[in-house]
């Protein structure tokens, strides 16, 4: 018989995870803090939990899905918090993004409770937490995530153990880091061919025929040419994870210079000027001036690229500059060869 899980958090990402793990017979008690969220759950099987404590107490697997470390400690640690009702030998899955150190003290605290715990951060999007093939970075030991695996296997395609504990937040923060960096030198490269006269449908071909291939444009160049910006993750959680990279570089002695754009940022004239954080991020500080630069539109925009904002928002311009002449538009798009 299926193991009764209590899963915390139903957003954007908890919420079709635990569809995905009510679909596959696994029975579920379930809670979030706006519980609003869970009723399409409760329709479907699931037991509504008034609290933390009370979707851990009578579950053998506790799954959380949280948006950043503190949210972590308090429902885990805190009064009413799963430690509060987990039963000693109940298995903690904490699934959120959170910074390896966090991951490390939780799962302490647990065991010192006589609470297993995986770290198990994902990657894939809302979009991979709908069909179940997310990309999870385990940490914790070997024996939990062989009992871990049933209820993972249901969550994702990809499952790879990547060490102790608080190592999948270390695998997440390095995912994070490359995904965040491809992302902005492809806004900066789309924009340019664009504003310079290239077809973007043609431009993306190119690309992706070449030595700049990348799944991210596989994902979302589509969406891109049809210029639909559909919200898919926050400029306010994009800061936080790169915060929790170089953190974790930091305490690596690994400088991660492309992640934390300098200070002081040297202008074309020669001029210094003060950028609003020493750790502003990729999210904001790479990709907005950038896109300023090359897009003719002022950057009324800029909202996007507030905390809280959409990611995708940046990329409001992909038409030529006015007055230039349409550009040729192949009938399809070259292959290109491997070489860069």
């Known amino acids: 018989m299926a193991e ?4 915390i958090g139903l957003g954007v990402m908890g919420l079709p995870m635990a569809r995905n793990l009510r679909r596959a017979g696994y029975p ?39 948006p950043d470390g503190p949210d972590v400690e308090a429902v885990v640690l805190g009064p009413g918090g799963v430690l509060a009702g987990a039963r000693p030998g109940t298995l903690l899955v904490e699934m959120s993004t959170i910074a390896p150190a ?21 990657s894939g999007g809302a ?17 939990d995530l062989a009992r ?29 880091v490359a995904v965040a960096g491809i992302l902005g030198v492809l806004a900066e490269a789309l924009v340019l ?28 160049g589509p969406a891109l040419l049809a210029r639909d910006f559909t919200p898919g993750f926050t400029v306010r959680l994009q800061r936080k ?11 690596a002695g690994v400088p991660l210079p492309l992640t934390e754009p300098p200070e002081v940022h040297r202008g074309p004239l020669g001029v210094n000027r003060r950028l609003h954080r020493p750790a502003e991020t990729l999210a ?12 003719a539109r002022r950057p009324r925009d800029d909202r996007a690229h507030r905390p809280g904002a959409t990611w995708p928002g940046a990329l409001h311009d992909l038409s030529p500059p006015p007055g230039r002449p349409p550009p040729l538009r192949p009938a399809r798009a070259a292959a290109g060869n491997a070489g860069g």
Request: a positive charge; aromatic letters at 0%; one cysteine or more.
């Open 148 to 176: 871990a695996r049933p209820v993972l296997e249901v969550l994702g395609g990809t499952l790879a153990h990547c060490g102790a504990s608080g190592a999948g937040q270390v695998a997440k923060a390095c995912n994070q």
């Open 28 to 66: 579920l008690a379930v809670h979030d803090r706006a519980p609003g969220r869970a009723r399409a759950l409760i329709a479907a099987g699931a037991t509504a939990a008034a609290s933390a404590r009370a979707a851990a107490a009578g579950s053998e697997v506790v799954v959380t899905m949280l």
């Open 193 to 220: 061919g664009a504003r310079a006269g290239l077809a973007p449908e043609a431009l993306i071909g190119l690309l992706q025929g070449g030595a700049a291939r990348t799944r991210l444009l596989d994902l979302h």
């Open 127 to 143: 979009a991979g937490a709908a069909a179940g093939t997310l990309a999870i970075m385990v940490g914790g030991a070997a024996e």
């Open 241 to 251: 994870d790169l915060r929790i990279a170089l953190e974790t570089g930091r305490g």
């Open 284 to 295: 904001r500080n790479s990709i907005r001036p950038g896109l300023r630069r090359l897009s």
């Open 4 to 7: 009764q899980i209590g899963f």
């Open 102 to 122: 966090v991951a490390r003290r939780v799962a302490a605290e647990a065991a010192r409770r006589g609470v297993r715990m995986l770290d198990a951060p994902v």
